[in-house]
């Protein structure tokens, strides 16, 4: 089995993730696009210093479908957002978005 080196510091990392798991998490957002039309509103969440994703917003909202769109971003220089310093404001937001 391929695997790819993961750069991530955290408490629970792995050193490496397997290249399938990989792609099955591309195919999971891949199916996931077509669905963003019909759903009414959506909020992309990410960090300023992400030095994982590096697509630029413009593109990744144009290609989604809903109507009501939001882009939050956080002051914080990792891509794993989830947990650590500053996290709970991610869980903050998620917590409004999915009350409104």
Not at 29 to 52: F, H, I, K, Y
Request: glycine letters at 8%; one cysteine or more.
């Amino acid at each position: 089995m391929e695997f790819v080196e993961n750069s991530l510091k955290t408490p629970y990392q792995l050193s490496a993730h397997p290249v399938s798991g990989v792609r099955e998490i591309e195919r999971l957002m891949d199916d996931l696009e077509p669905d963003s039309a019909n759903r009414d509103s959506l909020t992309r969440v990410q960090s300023s210093g992400d030095p994982v994703v590096t697509r630029g917003i413009g593109e990744d909202l144009r290609m989604l479908g809903a109507r009501d769109k939001k882009y939050v971003v956080f002051n914080i220089s990792r891509h794993g957002i989830l947990i650590g310093e500053d996290s709970e404001k991610v869980y903050k937001s998620s917590a409004i978005f999915c009350a409104s």
